[in-house]
């Protein structure tokens, strides 16, 4: 890393929630400290590739919107993951390419139009105060950001980023990879070791009944609604949760656990959404609907993979 | 359901193997947890990205790009062939937390004598009284749940939780006990406070607390607490949604 501090960006209009994440906090999650990292891995890893980044560079995740940012200096940049009604200066701001901007510029993000979440990445990285081996944001652990503290972005802070070592080639992200997050979807979901707990009208009803994203939704958990599922297993001691559980507390209604999750926990589970089927929710809308879908190990694995093999 | 047999291998998502080593909570079992998580960090070496340790379980978290989920599964099963649980004698760090037992840090103290039918005196004694072991941290970073609480104790959570739990409180739930690292929502029993840091960036691993250590808490007035830093903010009787 260069020694430089750089100022990037200046806040001018603090949105609701903009967190920095870089690919998460690892190796820590025995001491109860969550994982972090960006809710839609995708569209973060997009981000990163188009600015000329490496895997694991720091971005800022906007969620909603709201957040208004001038630039400091010229920077070359890229916009992925949800449409929040983005605007560079007064015009639509592109998305899913390498942007070019002017010191002065402004980016201004609105409102949810496609999607819920933004990344915004900057060629070289923003450049935040790592904790326990991480920038990733996470505001509950008062942990990771640009001043270690856990804060989500304030009106007039200055964000500061990182020198790149050259300016990436204008880039395009594939038309396959730009997604749409507006239609219903079909999660792929690894089948976990409680699912024969589950009676089987509920097993048929988690893998055709429609779910509708509900209003408690956040980095920490989905929840989701429809037919009321059954297990004979109500709790079990407390055990370790990994990225995508869709647990199932006594009231029949599932909850997909995201990047912010709490380290442990008893409630039975149907199984793991992929990484990418999480990434997936985590720009879903209240109100949105879904249906899951059963996947193969080897499937899964091929496809993940595939989706590392153009980043790492 | 019938039990499965133990040990064994549970799939968590692509990423993941949940080792299943007891259906019973036990001191006995973080010898062999432990053991567990050495040998996982020797063997995976640089494919493993995290370990999380519970009451009866291992979680192991590997990395799908570097390691398959069956190449990770047979690596576990020749460590689980070889396992020894770890030296009793060697294992846990000792933690002496000082703690102030009072209505104005503990504002549960009277309803845990109610439900125990003990006094309120004999409550603190049989929470000093005992050394506990940490049997997993969660909830919150550097949250220990420690146990077994002795079963006079046995008190269910609040109906409904406080919406903040200062830092440094004393608290029991069912067989369990633990003190709050920072302030959270929280729906055990408040019986104290300690002026302990449970989790302080100024430290390595932040953590105090590890699984596996033992902890007692020692009763002490209100000047030795205050003088250690306590923060003596009477937490809320009042329980808001």
């Keep these: 890393m260069r020694a430089t501090n750089l100022i990037g960006f200046r806040v001018s209009r603090a949105g609701p929630l903009a967190l920095l994440q870089d690919a998460g906090r690892f190796g820590v999650r025995h001491l109860g400290v969550t994982q972090g990292g960006p809710a839609d891995l995708h569209a973060w890893a997009w981000a990163n590739r188009l600015a000329g980044n490496p895997w694991g560079t720091a971005v800022l995740e906007v969620t909603f919107g709201g957040l208004e940012l001038v630039a400091e200096r010229d920077m070359t940049i890229a916009l992925t993951g949800a449409d929040l009604g983005i605007h560079h200066n007064l015009q639509t701001a592109p998305r899913w390419r390498t942007l070019a901007i002017s010191a002065g510029d402004t980016l201004s993000f609105g409102t949810p139009v496609n999607g819920l979440r933004a990344y915004l990445a900057v060629a070289g990285g923003f450049r935040g105060d790592s904790v326990l081996g991480s920038v990733a944001c996470v505001v509950r652990e008062q942990l990771g950001g640009f001043d270690g503290q856990g804060n989500t972005l304030r009106e007039g802070e200055m964000l500061t980023v990182n020198q790149p070592e050259a300016t990436p080639a204008n880039q395009t992200a594939p038309e396959s990879e730009q997604r749409d997050y507006r239609h219903p979807t079909t999660l792929d979901l690894l089948p976990g070791a409680q699912i024969a707990a589950f009676n089987g009208r509920s097993l048929f009803e988690a893998f055709n009944a429609e779910w509708r994203v509900d209003q408690r939704a956040d980095r920490m958990g989905v929840r989701l609604t429809g037919p009321r599922l059954q297990c004979a297993i109500s709790t079990l001691v407390s055990e370790g949760i990994s990225l995508g559980a869709v647990q199932v507390p006594p009231d029949g209604q599932p909850i997909a656990l995201l990047n912010d999750r709490q380290t442990i926990g008893g409630y039975p589970r149907l199984g793991n959404l992929t990484p990418l089927a999480a990434s997936r929710l985590a720009q879903c809308l209240p109100g949105q609907t879904l249906r899951f879908r059963a996947v193969g190990i080897d499937r899964a694995l091929r496809h993940h993979r595939r989706f590392l093999q153009i980043f790492r | ?241």
Excluded at chain 2, 55 to 60: C, E, G, Q, R, S
Excluded at chain 2, 198 to 203: A, G, I, T
């Design chain 2, 1 to 241: 359901m019938k039990p499965a047999r133990l040990p064994c291998l549970e799939r968590a998502g692509l990423d993941g193997w949940m080792v299943r080593l007891f259906d019973d909570i036990e001191e006995h079992n973080l010898l062999w947890l432990t053991a567990l998580a050495e040998a996982c960090e020797a063997v995976f070496g640089d494919d493993l990205l995290d370990l999380v340790p519970s009451y009866t379980t291992l979680l192991v978290v590997f990395d799908p790009f570097r390691i398959s989920p069956c190449e990770a599964r047979q690596q576990l099963i020749e460590i689980l062939d070889h396992l020894k649980p770890a030296d009793a004698a060697a294992s846990g760090a000792l933690h002496e937390l000082p703690t102030w037992y009072d209505p104005q840090t503990g504002p549960d103290l009277q309803r845990v004598a109610e439900l125990s039918g003990l006094s309120v005196a004999s409550v603190i004694e049989a929470h000093s009284s005992r050394e506990y072991r940490v049997f997993a941290l969660g909830f919150a970073p550097g949250f220990a749940f420690m146990g077994l609480l002795d079963p006079a104790l046995n008190c269910p959570r609040l109906d409904t939780p406080r919406q903040k739990v200062p830092a440094g409180s004393v608290a029991i739930a069912g067989q369990q006990t633990a003190a709050y690292p920072m302030v959270t929502p929280g729906g055990w029993n408040l019986i104290g406070r300690t002026p302990a840091r449970l989790f302080d960036r100024n430290r390595d691993g932040f953590s105090l607390l590890r699984v596996g250590d033992r902890v007692s808490f020692v009763p002490v007035d209100r000047a030795t607490f205050e003088a250690q830093g306590g923060n003596t903010t009477p937490a809320t009787g009042e329980v808001t949604k």
